[in-house]
């Protein structure tokens, strides 16, 4: 919605402004580096990303380590992925031992293994390699309740893109009950399955539009209000309602030897819609991450520190139970 | 307890003006020296002294700092009305004023915390820029601290800049800021006294937690028309006052105004002449303060008083085919109209009638050209105001020797639009009017205090207020205790102690740190409860008369419920709600607790040829916030171990004037990253994902992110600096003039405004690593200004 881009332009002007007020005798580059003096111990980190739910049948846990600052960094950027780990599922009566798989890159086992992923039961996890060592635990959510209603809708404006192009585009929204009691955090989800152009290496490697199934996420309208997440927090008991959800329609573009060529309309064939009933970890961590996705742009925020719950390292291991419909529109 | 009847005692009262001017003088002693009878001039100029009939006549001084003391003798056998006229001492030597010296003593009133810098010094202290400013000159004392560098903001004994009282002639002023906190709104010019309280709050203010800065305008000379201005690099300023009738009118008009806008135009044209995009940007600031008063007699006087303070920051973009338009303005409005009545020598009312109103707008306009010709735009309107209009009815009552009774209500109404936001044109996704209808609360507060002579050596101010604000859903009522008292040890020589409860209704939300106008003012509400706050303080007095200087040391302890901060990630203008248009600031606030404790020590000399004073604080401040920090105690940005500031002022000759500062503190606390990670977030329809292996696609769903360690882990570089100034004044045959040349920062440090990790790649190894570099704003800054008077 180019509101951070412009706040941020406008940042830039304020302090080049500012530069130039209180510089009126000398502005000078005032940037030196500062010797490496003040951090705290410096060691990477064990990071644990893993998500239960009783719908899976693969268990998988990722563990990788961060890069402190100050440290040569060969790979800037990319997940460090640790190989060497040992790491522990347990629900009180049982413990699996996940090994690691070079495919995913990622410790994994069936879930079947620990008798299934059951609602209302706490898993613990120990990771350790070694030299560290890290644990965290959640508890598995009940069913969510069923997705109540939901609307369909159409949204258009009336100038066009860059390319001439209409915003078109379906939207949709939905509602549920929260049950009484309070505790309960939920996420909105949902994918479309669209009928539309895309273009791929024909035979003699040059491209080819053509036209085919594919699976997109839905956009969720979270700008002003309305999130993926929300808490029962101030509004235990009642209706709940999802934010819009938006499938773009607009025609592809390609660009091709002869300059710019549109694609058809784009159909929509079927739309999921998801109602993700999570317990306290999941949803803090993830608003944390999106806090941290829109604070990141902003330069008058304050930095995020990113929820964890695992103790002795950084990352989440957090559960979730969910609800579908398919519709057609 | 009652020694005397009323009937027993007899009053000399009256109003205490500086001779040459008619200007009401506020804050001049009035005492029987030998005796405990002893009492002080109101913001007013009006005092009553109540004593019990003397055996034979008496000797009352009169005596305040810059002033010659005035002698009395009086028979004291009937109620006396005594106008008092005090002569400057500038013209004395000195050697004469200490050869009979009776000045006020610290030493004497149980009032603790208070800081009191006469306008005269702060006008010889080094200003930035050459700019002289109160609140600057207030941050070098124990107890105040400064935000960033070059920032105006006030730090008061661990509590932010929004937990400040900061009145002008009565109306509460909601953002103290000129330049993002560069200068302060205060015009030296205009002001008469400028007074900070840091604890023992008397009970007649309230509203705030940790601060009372009263500051008061002149009333303008009552007997000819005098002027004042100066002409500096970055602004200048005049000041008009004069008598409408004489001896009973008078006015004063003071403004001030930049002009980097009008200096850098040319060379921002030159720099740009080549360039396809034009861009011009501008910035001024003014302010003007104005006051009239009329003088019915000595039973009433009437005057209006009035503040308007403007910023205004733009930029024009002009391009082939766009154009953007962009500007952040906000500004003060105040008005005082104030009604002084005299019911008697032992009664004294004022009833004002007060409007303040602060807004901040920021406005931008982006018009851009399309492919066919179409003209595509983008406007955002942003608006947040407060405006209060408040009814306050004070009382100073002198019943007897050895009480004097203060009492009054006061009233506000609050109007608010925290944040509007309107966001409409075709290049917008989602058009969004944000609602303008302003909350309204109001807030009221009831007081009694007294202070107490308790034989020779005790005395006492013993108050109640209790403070009322109501809203749509809320309402509190919240009584606050207030209590402070003096304990003679010796001569010159006390012992303090104070305790005082304070509610806070309406708060800030900032998160920069800065004085950025973009702070909120946003009311109490439902979810948003009052910040309260306990304090309590002792420390010792002593005066030292031969000197003339005056030794504080004082500790305290204060806690703090309820403050409020942005939650993590939250900013003003990314407001999370519930739905979109529902858009409101309480999801993006979130509430915790703060103490601080320290000591403070202050050795002053507020007159002679040689003043100045010393000041350190030893302070520590904690926050525990439980959505802040994973729930774990932290230090807030601003909380500083050692601060030390030493000020002197000598002056070499009556042509010269030569002036230092030196300035020491502990480093912020900040949170920066200690190490960086890949996060893993759950994609629950699948996502898009950097990896194009479907493997690794988990991984392609976050993003690097840092890890900050604990909140506020990272101590920065201590902050010191070093300002000089010397002042050239000469006497012409209608006016005097003052050349004024100062350094700011004399020794070029390189204090830290802000950090920032960045990477560098190591030109041998070719691998890449991470750097923290400083950034510093100000190096050595000389600046030159002219000042007249006549």
Same mark, same amino acid.
């Given at each position: 919605m180019g509101l951070n881009s412009e706040t941020v332009r406008f940042a830039v002007r304020a302090g080049s402004l500012l530069c130039f007020a209180g510089m009126m005798a000398s502005c000078g580059p005032l940037v030196e580096t500062v010797p490496e003096f003040a951090l705290d111990s410096n060691e990477p980190k064990l990071v644990i990303h893993a998500y239960l739910s009783p719908h899976d049948t693969l268990v998988t846990v990722y563990v990788t380590q961060s890069s402190p600052v100050f440290v040569e960094d060969a790979h800037p950027g990319e997940p460090d992925i640790i190989t060497n780990a040992v790491v522990v599922l347990a629900d009180g009566a049982k413990e699996v031992v996940l090994p690691y798989d070079s495919t995913y890159l990622a410790y994994s086992v069936n879930a079947y293994e620990i008798g299934g992923i059951r609602p209302g039961v706490t898993y613990h996890l120990r990771v350790r390699d070694d030299k560290r060592s890290a644990e965290a635990k959640t508890t598995v959510p009940t069913v969510p309740p069923p997705i109540a209603s939901y609307q369909l809708d159409t949204s258009y404006s009336s100038i066009g893109d860059f390319y001439g192009r209409k915003d078109t585009s379906l939207t949709v929204q939905f509602t549920w009950k929260d049950p009484p009691g309070p505790g309960n955090y939920y996420r909105v989800a949902g994918k479309a399955l669209l009928l539309t152009d895309y273009r791929e290496a024909g035979p003699d490697g040059k491209p080819v539009i053509k036209r085919g199934r594919a699976t997109i996420p839905l956009q969720w309208d979270d700008a002003f209000g309305g999130s993926e997440l929300q808490s029962d927090a101030n509004s235990d008991g009642g209706a709940m309602h999802s934010p819009l959800g938006r499938i773009s329609l607009k025609r592809p573009v390609f660009w091709t030897e002869n300059g710019t060529e549109s694609g058809h309309p784009v159909e929509v064939k079927g739309i999921t819609l998801d109602l993700l009933h999570t317990d306290e970890y999941y949803y803090r961590y993830h608003q944390s991450v999106q806090a941290h996705d829109i604070a990141d742009d902003n330069p008058f925020a304050e930095p995020v520190l990113l929820y964890s719950n695992v103790s002795g390292g950084l990352g989440i291991f957090a559960s979730y139970n969910s609800f579908s419909i398919d519709i057609k529109p | 307890m009652w020694q005397y009847s009323v009937s027993q005692s007899v009053t000399l009262s009256g109003f205490i003006k500086e001779s040459g001017s008619g200007e009401l003088l506020p804050g001049v002693s009035v005492f029987v020296p030998g005796t405990p009878h002893g009492t002080a001039s109101n913001t007013y100029g009006f005092y009553s002294l109540t004593l019990p009939v003397p055996d034979d006549s008496i000797e009352v001084v009169f005596s305040s700092v810059a002033y010659q003391s005035q002698f009395y003798r009086w028979r004291g056998r009937e109620d006396m009305t005594l106008n008092i006229f005090m002569e400057s001492?500038?013209? @004395?030597e000195e050697v004469s004023i200490s050869a009979r010296r009776q000045t006020s003593f610290v030493s004497q009133t149980p009032q603790m915390s208070k800081l009191e810098v006469p306008i005269a010094q702060v006008k010889k202290i080094p200003g930035f820029l050459g700019e002289k400013d109160v609140l600057k000159v207030l941050q070098l004392m124990p107890g105040v601290q400064k935000g960033s560098e070059g920032q105006s903001g006030l730090y008061v004994r661990g509590g932010g800049p929004d937990q400040n009282l900061v009145i002008l002639d009565e109306a509460i002023v909601y953002n103290a800021n000129h330049l993002f906190g560069f200068f302060?709104?205060? /015009?030296g010019d205009a002001l008469k006294s400028v007074e900070l309280t840091k604890g023992g709050f008397p009970a007649q203010f309230g509203g705030r937690l940790s601060s009372v800065l009263e500051m008061n305008m002149r009333e303008g000379n009552k007997e000819k028309l005098k002027g004042e201005g100066g002409i500096g690099l970055v602004a200048s300023r005049l000041t008009l006052e004069g008598p409408l009738a004489k001896g009973k009118s008078s006015f004063l008009v003071s403004g001030r105004r930049t002009y980097i806008d009008i200096l850098a135009k040319p060379f921002i044209a030159q720099q740009q002449k080549n360039e396809e995009t034009k861009v011009n940007p501008g910035y001024y600031f003014y302010d003007l303060n104005a006051k009239v008063n009329y003088d019915f007699g000595d039973k009433d006087k009437l005057y209006l008083s009035g503040y308007l303070g403007q910023d205004r920051f733009s930029v024009i973009e002009k391009g082939e085919g766009n154009r953007m338009d962009a500007g952040l303005n906000w500004g003060n409005v105040t008005a005082t109209l104030r009604w002084n009545h005299l019911f008697g020598s032992r009664l004294f009312a004022n009833t004002s009638l007060i409007f303040s109103n602060f807004k901040f707008g920021i406005d931008n306009y982006v018009e851009e050209e399309r492919n066919g010709g179409e003209k595509a735009e983008f406007t955002l309107k942003y608006l947040s105001r407060i405006r209060d209009i408040g009814l306050k009815t004070d009382f100073d009552y002198y019943p007897h020797p050895s009480h004097a009774l203060r009492f009054g209500v006061q009233v506000t109404r609050h109007q608010f639009i925290p944040s509007a936001l309107v966001l409409t044109g075709s290049l917008v996704d989602i058009p969004l009017t944000q609602s303008t209808r302003p909350d309204l609360s109001v807030e009221g507060g009831l007081y009694i205090q007294d202070t107490w002579q308790l034989g020779s050596r005790v005395k006492i101010n013993a108050g109640l207020r209790g403070s009322l604000f109501t809203a749509d859903s809320v309402r509190y009522f919240r009584p606050e205790p207030r209590f402070s008292s003096a304990i003679r040890l010796a001569k010159q020589f006390s012992f303090k102690a104070s305790y005082a409860e304070m509610n806070q209704y309406v708060h800030l939300l900032s998160n920069t740190g800065l004085g950025l106008p973009t702070d909120l003012w946003v009311p109490t509400t439902a979810r948003v409860r009052p910040q309260h706050s306990r304090q309590v303080a002792a420390g010792f007095a002593k005066d030292l008369e031969k000197s003339g200087l005056t030794l504080t040391v004082e500790g305290y302890y204060k806690h703090m419920q309820d403050i409020l901060n942005y939650k993590e990630g939250a900013s003003f203008l990314s407001f999370q709600g519930e739905g979109a248009n529902d858009v409101n600031w309480e999801n993006s606030v979130t509430s915790g607790k703060g103490w601080s404790y320290g000591a403070e020590f202050l050795l002053q000399r507020k007159e002679g040829r040689f003043s100045g004073w010393v000041g350190y604080t030893l302070s520590w401040t904690y926050w525990k916030f439980?959505? @802040? /920090?994973?729930g774990e105690i932290f230090f807030p940005r601003y909380d500083r171990r050692h601060d030390l500031s030493l000020v002197g002022i000598y002056e070499l000759s009556k042509k010269i004037h030569l002036s230092a500062v030196w300035v020491y503190g502990t480093g912020n606390a900040l949170t920066l990253p200690i190490a960086t990670y890949r996060t893993i977030p759950h994609a629950p329809s699948g996502g898009f994902s950097v990896y194009a292996n479907p493997a690794l696609a988990a991984f392609g769903y976050g993003r690097s992110v840092n890890d900050y360690g604990a909140k506020n882990s990272f101590r920065a570089e201590p902050y010191h600096r070093m300002d000089i100034s010397i002042q050239f004044i000469r006497q012409k045959r209608r006016f005097e003039r003052v050349w004024d040349i100062s350094f700011y920062n004399l020794y070029n440090r390189k204090n830290p405004f802000f950090y920032n990790l960045e990477r560098e790649t190591d030109p041998g190894t070719r691998q890449t690593k991470s750097v923290l570099k400083r950034y510093s704003l100000f190096p050595i800054i000389p600046s030159v200004s002219y000042g007249f008077k006549f």
């Amino acid at each position: 919605m180019g509101l951070n881009s412009e706040t941020v332009r406008f940042a830039v002007r304020a302090g080049s402004l500012l530069c130039f007020a209180g510089m009126m005798a000398s502005c000078g580059p005032l940037v030196e580096t500062v010797p490496e003096f003040a951090l705290d111990s410096n060691e990477p980190k064990l990071v644990i990303h893993a998500y239960l739910s009783p719908h899976d049948t693969l268990v998988t846990v990722y563990v990788t380590q961060s890069s402190p600052v100050f440290v040569e960094d060969a790979h800037p950027g990319e997940p460090d992925i640790i190989t060497n780990a040992v790491v522990v599922l347990a629900d009180g009566a049982k413990e699996v031992v996940l090994p690691y798989d070079s495919t995913y890159l990622a410790y994994s086992v069936n879930a079947y293994e620990i008798g299934g992923i059951r609602p209302g039961v706490t898993y613990h996890l120990r990771v350790r390699d070694d030299k560290r060592s890290a644990e965290a635990k959640t508890t598995v959510p009940t069913v969510p309740p069923p997705i109540a209603s939901y609307q369909l809708d159409t949204s258009y404006s009336s100038i066009g893109d860059f390319y001439g192009r209409k915003d078109t585009s379906l939207t949709v929204q939905f509602t549920w009950k929260d049950p009484p009691g309070p505790g309960n955090y939920y996420r909105v989800a949902g994918k479309a399955l669209l009928l539309t152009d895309y273009r791929e290496a024909g035979p003699d490697g040059k491209p080819v539009i053509k036209r085919g199934r594919a699976t997109i996420p839905l956009q969720w309208d979270d700008a002003f209000g309305g999130s993926e997440l929300q808490s029962d927090a101030n509004s235990d008991g009642g209706a709940m309602h999802s934010p819009l959800g938006r499938i773009s329609l607009k025609r592809p573009v390609f660009w091709t030897e002869n300059g710019t060529e549109s694609g058809h309309p784009v159909e929509v064939k079927g739309i999921t819609l998801d109602l993700l009933h999570t317990d306290e970890y999941y949803y803090r961590y993830h608003q944390s991450v999106q806090a941290h996705d829109i604070a990141d742009d902003n330069p008058f925020a304050e930095p995020v520190l990113l929820y964890s719950n695992v103790s002795g390292g950084l990352g989440i291991f957090a559960s979730y139970n969910s609800f579908s419909i398919d519709i057609k529109p | 307890m009652w020694q005397y009847s009323v009937s027993q005692s007899v009053t000399l009262s009256g109003f205490i003006k500086e001779s040459g001017s008619g200007e009401l003088l506020p804050g001049v002693s009035v005492f029987v020296p030998g005796t405990p009878h002893g009492t002080a001039s109101n913001t007013y100029g009006f005092y009553s002294l109540t004593l019990p009939v003397p055996d034979d006549s008496i000797e009352v001084v009169f005596s305040s700092v810059a002033y010659q003391s005035q002698f009395y003798r009086w028979r004291g056998r009937e109620d006396m009305t005594l106008n008092i006229f005090m002569e400057s001492a500038t013209q @004395l030597e000195e050697v004469s004023i200490s050869a009979r010296r009776q000045t006020s003593f610290v030493s004497q009133t149980p009032q603790m915390s208070k800081l009191e810098v006469p306008i005269a010094q702060v006008k010889k202290i080094p200003g930035f820029l050459g700019e002289k400013d109160v609140l600057k000159v207030l941050q070098l004392m124990p107890g105040v601290q400064k935000g960033s560098e070059g920032q105006s903001g006030l730090y008061v004994r661990g509590g932010g800049p929004d937990q400040n009282l900061v009145i002008l002639d009565e109306a509460i002023v909601y953002n103290a800021n000129h330049l993002f906190g560069f200068f302060s709104i205060f /015009n030296g010019d205009a002001l008469k006294s400028v007074e900070l309280t840091k604890g023992g709050f008397p009970a007649q203010f309230g509203g705030r937690l940790s601060s009372v800065l009263e500051m008061n305008m002149r009333e303008g000379n009552k007997e000819k028309l005098k002027g004042e201005g100066g002409i500096g690099l970055v602004a200048s300023r005049l000041t008009l006052e004069g008598p409408l009738a004489k001896g009973k009118s008078s006015f004063l008009v003071s403004g001030r105004r930049t002009y980097i806008d009008i200096l850098a135009k040319p060379f921002i044209a030159q720099q740009q002449k080549n360039e396809e995009t034009k861009v011009n940007p501008g910035y001024y600031f003014y302010d003007l303060n104005a006051k009239v008063n009329y003088d019915f007699g000595d039973k009433d006087k009437l005057y209006l008083s009035g503040y308007l303070g403007q910023d205004r920051f733009s930029v024009i973009e002009k391009g082939e085919g766009n154009r953007m338009d962009a500007g952040l303005n906000w500004g003060n409005v105040t008005a005082t109209l104030r009604w002084n009545h005299l019911f008697g020598s032992r009664l004294f009312a004022n009833t004002s009638l007060i409007f303040s109103n602060f807004k901040f707008g920021i406005d931008n306009y982006v018009e851009e050209e399309r492919n066919g010709g179409e003209k595509a735009e983008f406007t955002l309107k942003y608006l947040s105001r407060i405006r209060d209009i408040g009814l306050k009815t004070d009382f100073d009552y002198y019943p007897h020797p050895s009480h004097a009774l203060r009492f009054g209500v006061q009233v506000t109404r609050h109007q608010f639009i925290p944040s509007a936001l309107v966001l409409t044109g075709s290049l917008v996704d989602i058009p969004l009017t944000q609602s303008t209808r302003p909350d309204l609360s109001v807030e009221g507060g009831l007081y009694i205090q007294d202070t107490w002579q308790l034989g020779s050596r005790v005395k006492i101010n013993a108050g109640l207020r209790g403070s009322l604000f109501t809203a749509d859903s809320v309402r509190y009522f919240r009584p606050e205790p207030r209590f402070s008292s003096a304990i003679r040890l010796a001569k010159q020589f006390s012992f303090k102690a104070s305790y005082a409860e304070m509610n806070q209704y309406v708060h800030l939300l900032s998160n920069t740190g800065l004085g950025l106008p973009t702070d909120l003012w946003v009311p109490t509400t439902a979810r948003v409860r009052p910040q309260h706050s306990r304090q309590v303080a002792a420390g010792f007095a002593k005066d030292l008369e031969k000197s003339g200087l005056t030794l504080t040391v004082e500790g305290y302890y204060k806690h703090m419920q309820d403050i409020l901060n942005y939650k993590e990630g939250a900013s003003f203008l990314s407001f999370q709600g519930e739905g979109a248009n529902d858009v409101n600031w309480e999801n993006s606030v979130t509430s915790g607790k703060g103490w601080s404790y320290g000591a403070e020590f202050l050795l002053q000399r507020k007159e002679g040829r040689f003043s100045g004073w010393v000041g350190y604080t030893l302070s520590w401040t904690y926050w525990k916030f439980p959505e @802040l /920090n994973k729930g774990e105690i932290f230090f807030p940005r601003y909380d500083r171990r050692h601060d030390l500031s030493l000020v002197g002022i000598y002056e070499l000759s009556k042509k010269i004037h030569l002036s230092a500062v030196w300035v020491y503190g502990t480093g912020n606390a900040l949170t920066l990253p200690i190490a960086t990670y890949r996060t893993i977030p759950h994609a629950p329809s699948g996502g898009f994902s950097v990896y194009a292996n479907p493997a690794l696609a988990a991984f392609g769903y976050g993003r690097s992110v840092n890890d900050y360690g604990a909140k506020n882990s990272f101590r920065a570089e201590p902050y010191h600096r070093m300002d000089i100034s010397i002042q050239f004044i000469r006497q012409k045959r209608r006016f005097e003039r003052v050349w004024d040349i100062s350094f700011y920062n004399l020794y070029n440090r390189k204090n830290p405004f802000f950090y920032n990790l960045e990477r560098e790649t190591d030109p041998g190894t070719r691998q890449t690593k991470s750097v923290l570099k400083r950034y510093s704003l100000f190096p050595i800054i000389p600046s030159v200004s002219y000042g007249f008077k006549f």
